[in-house]
């Protein structure tokens, strides 16, 4: 119990009623004045993964405490794949790094922050003004990373480098966490013995943080140093990209019949970019990232494509889980606008373009300078989302852009209105998720099909098969059965054309008690499942047709039909195939769910 207290406590929700907060399959472990529940790891509050969940009752209300552990807010997968975070590369950027001083460059011009990273030439490396362990020097990840290691070098002059510093780490600036030993003291640890050579510090444990200050304790003739943190950032990896992303926008300029400044154009690995149809303030580029997951970051370009010179430089974001309801991204001042104004003796080529803030808290991010140039803004608030939607606010030369976004990528089960094209792809949407659906030729006939007296499989409508639910319950299937239809066939309307690439039908197993009857009536007599794509009636397209070889139906419960070939149709029809003999028996396939992907 208290190695559970001593994790952290993240969130706190009061709920009115214990049904609110409680999910099915929860174990409690024991019954107390606390009662201990497991969560489903996949749930994601905010920015960290809710681990457990610890509820008690005060005055009738239910109090429900988030705990996270070290584990689960840490970024999974990392231990083992740990890599320098940017100082060395130049992906950590100048307005990144801040801190407590600086000393003049008029004094001595090899000593700016921005030269505070490993392997620069020699004699260059931060320096504080002061001779003070009060001095600090400060790395802004970006977002909440693992740390597992700091490697630090003198300024590679033969007389000035630190020889022991303390670290301290926080996720949002304002809350900071020394480092320390078993009685609670302050860890020193082992900085450099000359001013030229790395020394790779490994921390105690890993810790998870955005900001890290190496902070001087000792040094050699004056405070100098280099420094690169070590570890991993599962947060920051490119989310929604082509093909699991699908784009869309307010409008698109017909160029050259289409052959750029289209919707799809405006992704960041574009040649090309997104223009609107028209330049004004209601324009908006749409990207769809899948299930919905942490965004951390923002980067937009301008055009790549053509002489233009076109490019959005004011923006701002929208987000959404079912592109019904919008919220615009509110904060007080992004980080870099703040470093960039607070930074000594620091200049940024995006001085002239900072992000603001409306008066209603909706930020303005700063776009822009030229048509390849990248910007990247870091989040302090960082959003779970499905949708997010770009909308310029000014531009130059028209509004033409390309766009993503950052994050953590989604992992575990895709989700209802998600499906996987093999085991080991993304998630991407399921395009027949709750589409109109029937079963036989007409178009309304949802009729439920009985056989015999099971009364498990009566009133089943063909809407079970595209519920989400993949349960393999025959209770929660559609019936295809050719007792009541010479031709049984399932059709979804996809409610408009759409390219298939693939379908994925859940067939169901059956259980010992029913298996002998499931398997003379029903599976063994199915022949084959034909999978069609059409854009009405008639014309159809066959994607593939699956044989029941090796009676693989009662086998395999996934079946999975892939188009040779992208189809364009709006309707997609099953179409089961099979022998009845001459007494009288049928064949019929029952069908749990059906999911295509585009």
């Given at each position: ?51 457990a969940i610890m509820e ?118 304002v809350l900071w966490t ?316 996809l409610g408009e054309r ?101």
């Amino acid at each position: 119990m208290l190695n559970m207290l001593q994790k952290l406590l993240y969130k706190l929700h009061l709920y009115n009623c214990i049904k609110t907060c409680l999910c099915p399959g929860e174990k409690r472990l024991y019954k107390n004045s606390f009662d201990l529940i497991y969560w489903r790891k996949d749930i994601v509050s905010n920015y960290k993964e809710v681990w457990a969940i610890m509820e008690y009752s005060v005055l009738g209300i239910l109090a429900v405490v988030f705990i996270c552990s070290q584990e689960s807010l840490a970024n999974q997968g990392c231990p083992y794949n740990n890599g320098h975070l940017g100082m060395i590369s130049g992906e950590i950027e100048d307005w990144q790094i801040t801190a407590s001083s600086n000393y003049p460059s008029e004094w001595d011009k090899g000593c700016g922050v921005h030269y505070a990273r490993p392997y620069l030439e020699n004699r260059l490396g931060w320096c504080a003004r002061v001779k003070s362990s009060s001095e600090w020097l400060q790395v802004d990840l970006g977002v909440v990373s693992t740390v597992t290691a700091v490697l630090i070098q003198g300024r590679g002059d033969g007389q000035e480098w630190v020889t022991g510093f303390m670290l301290s780490y926080s996720s949002d600036r304002v809350l900071w966490t020394y480092i320390t030993d078993s009685s609670g003291s302050n860890v020193v640890f082992r900085g450099n013995t000359d001013s030229y050579s790395i020394e790779h510090v490994y921390l105690p444990s890993p810790i998870e943080a955005r900001f890290v200050k190496i902070h001087v304790h000792s040094w050699n003739k004056h405070p100098s140093m280099r420094v690169e943190l070590i570890g991993c950032q599962e947060n920051k990896k490119p989310l929604g990209q082509l093909p699991y992303a699908n784009l869309k926008a307010s409008s698109a300029h017909t160029y050259r019949g289409g052959s750029s400044c289209q919707a799809n154009d405006g992704h960041i690995l574009s040649q090309k970019a997104w223009c609107a149809a028209k330049n004004n303030a209601n324009q908006w580029l749409q990207l769809d990232i899948g299930p919905p997951t942490l965004v951390t970051a923002l980067m937009t370009i301008g055009r790549g494509d053509t002489g233009r010179k076109q490019w959005v430089t004011k923006y701002k974001v929208s987000y959404s889980n079912d592109t019904k309801s919008w919220t615009f991204y509110k904060d007080t001042l992004d980080l870099e606008t703040m470093y960039t104004k607070i930074a000594a003796g620091e200049s940024s080529k995006y001085a002239s373009l900072p992000s603001e803030v409306n008066s209603d808290g909706v930020v303005e991010f700063g776009g822009n300078i030229g048509k390849n140039d990248k910007r990247l803004h870091y989040l302090a608030k960082p959003f779970v989302a499905r949708y997010i939607r770009f909308h310029p606010v000014s531009w130059n030369k028209g509004i033409a852009m390309r766009a993503g976004v950052f994050g953590k990528q989604h992992s575990g089960e895709c989700g209802a209105g998600f499906t996987r094209p093999n085991s080991a792809s993304s998630c991407v949407e399921n395009i027949a998720f709750k589409k109109e659906t029937w079963l036989n030729k007409e178009r309304h006939n949802k009729r439920a099909l009985a056989v015999g007296a099971n009364d498990a499989i009566n009133q089943k409508l063909a809407e079970k098969a595209v519920d989400g639910n993949t349960t393999n319950d025959i209770a929660s299937c559609a019936i295809l059965d050719s007792y009541y239809d010479a031709e049984p066939q399932l059709t979804i309307d996809l409610g408009e054309r759409t390219d298939v690439s693939g379908v994925v039908i859940y067939m169901w197993q059956s259980h010992e008690d029913e298996s002998a009857a499931y398997k003379k009536d029903y599976a063994l007599s199915l022949e084959a499942l034909s999978v069609f794509v059409s854009s009405g009636k008639t014309g159809e397209t066959l994607c593939e047709r699956i044989e029941n070889l090796d009676n693989r139906f009662i086998t395999h419960r996934e079946q999975k039909a892939i188009c040779n070939r992208r189809i364009n149709g709006r309707y997609i029809r099953i179409q089961p195939e099979g022998r009845a003999d001459m007494f009288g028996n049928w064949y019929a396939a029952v069908i749990c769910e059906v999911t295509a992907f585009t």
